[in-house]
């Protein structure tokens, strides 16, 4: 998506260990307007897929995945990370590793808000190792809803996350695809997606 | 505002110790056509006062916050509750107490994103002890922004925030206030903003 490629071009920078820092418009501050022609660009992509759900994990998530929300006009879902005393029973958890945090940490979500017959539609702001969403879909799968598809703003091509769920069928839309990045620059992917 | 009142009465439920589950439209399923209905409201009420800011709190503030930031049409930054590898220098941050959690907790914002001129509308989908809107007002202070408002869904009337926020001076608008909540029903607090 040539927007978000601008975007990123303009606005984004480098840090070691090619962490690419979009905080200045995706999950810090966020631009939401660009959110919005984000969200737009998912919905042509997985409009005619009958998703009745948007699921995203806490926090740098949900901005992006309430715009996709709205375009999409179903109820948004997002993941928690912890349980804290207002979450009670009936949650549906799965254990995954941070490497933003370099911890483990519990995924969870209250079953009372997936249905079997949910379609739903997975966003994220980043993709790299794919741990996140991997754990995602565990609670999905656990819950018998459906995962009609997946769609990341920025996908890190150097990382396993995006290859190994294409492997395993899943339908992952990434608007853009950096394939690398350092301080001399960032290596788009070219792909076309029509 | 009479569509969130009803939207509590249909769909809230009551845990020991007045907490208010709303979980299934608020924060953890999220109903983005009434977020968008809130945005609406809270942009009739602060319309007037050049915001050129939102600014929340992660992650349950962040869904409503996105609706408000789209109806302003301006950025939207949300505080980070602790370090992650992503977050370098120029940060400003305040040491909270949560509630939810029972912890001290550290609220952060990149000093890039605030300026001296900007016009900031807080906000949160909960206010009580009010601590974490105290530690935003402490970090915007820091940065030279002003605090043109504060816009809450849910007020809870019994705890402290609200009250101490507005004897400070601070333009405090709660949608709805909850003056006390149990199984047996929730007591709305009668009030007319206009």
Redesign the interface.
């Known amino acids: 998506m040539e927007l978000l490629k601008a975007k990123i071009r303009d606005e984004a920078t480098v ?1 070691p ?1 090619r ?1 690419i ?1 979009v ?2 418009f995706l999950n ?6 660009l ?2 022609e984000l969200a737009k660009e998912f919905y042509r992509r997985f409009s005619r897929d009958s998703i009745t759900a948007i699921v995203t994990i ?3 998530g ?2 992006l995945a ?2 996709c ?2 375009e999409f ?1 179903v ?4 993941a ?3 349980k ?5 029973g009936g949650l549906i958890t799965s254990e995954v590793y941070s490497y ?3 911890r483990k940490m519990t995924l969870l ?2 079953s ?2 997936l249905k079997e017959s949910d379609r739903v539609l997975i966003i994220d702001d980043f993709l790299a190792n794919g741990e996140s969403v991997r754990g995602l879909i565990e609670i999905l799968k656990y819950s018998g809803a459906t995962v009609a598809g997946i769609g990341i703003a920025i996908e890190k091509g150097f990382k396993p996350g995006g290859k190994r769920l294409r492997e395993l069928g899943y339908d992952v839309q990434s608007l853009v695809i950096i394939d690398d990045a350092s301080q001399e620059g960032i290596v788009f992917r070219d792909f076309d997606y029509d």
């Open positions: 840090l260990g962490i820092k905080d200045g810090h501050r966020v631009d939401v307007s959110m919005k806490e926090a740098s949900i901005a309430t715009a929300a709205m006009n109820p948004l879902i997002f928690k990370k912890a804290s005393d207002n979450i009670e933003t945090y370099h979500i209250n009372q808000w």
